[in-house]
């Protein structure tokens, strides 16, 4: 498992709801942003048959966790 930490300004529930979701940016946080780190990032874990989630609280940052698949041995 991975985590990646900020203590930036977290996510509301209402972001968490479409936080991997195409095109979904929050235009308040970046009004350049098209919406799709997020989504790119849930795209590739998932590809992996691994997990990708967010614990956060509003106003006090976020973390964002992904695990990695196991070492392959070849044979998949």
């Known amino acids: 498992?991975?985590?990646i930490q900020d203590s930036g300004i977290g996510f509301s529930s209402e972001d968490?709801?479409?936080l991997f979701k195409r095109f979904t940016a929050?235009?308040?946080r970046n009004p350049m942003s098209l919406g799709l780190g997020m989504y790119?990032?849930?795209q590739v874990i998932q590809?992996?048959?691994c997990a990708i989630w967010?614990?956060?609280?509003?106003?006090?940052?976020a973390t964002v966790?992904?695990?990695l698949?196991?070492?392959s041995n070849g044979s998949e």
């Open 1 to 3: 498992m991975v985590g």
């Open 16 to 18: 968490l709801s479409r």
């Open 26 to 28: 929050n235009r308040g």
């Open 40 to 42: 790119n990032a849930y």
């Open 47 to 49: 590809a992996h048959r």
């Open 54 to 61: 967010v614990n956060t609280t509003e106003g006090e940052g």
């Open 65 to 67: 966790c992904f695990t």
């Open 69 to 71: 698949p196991e070492k």
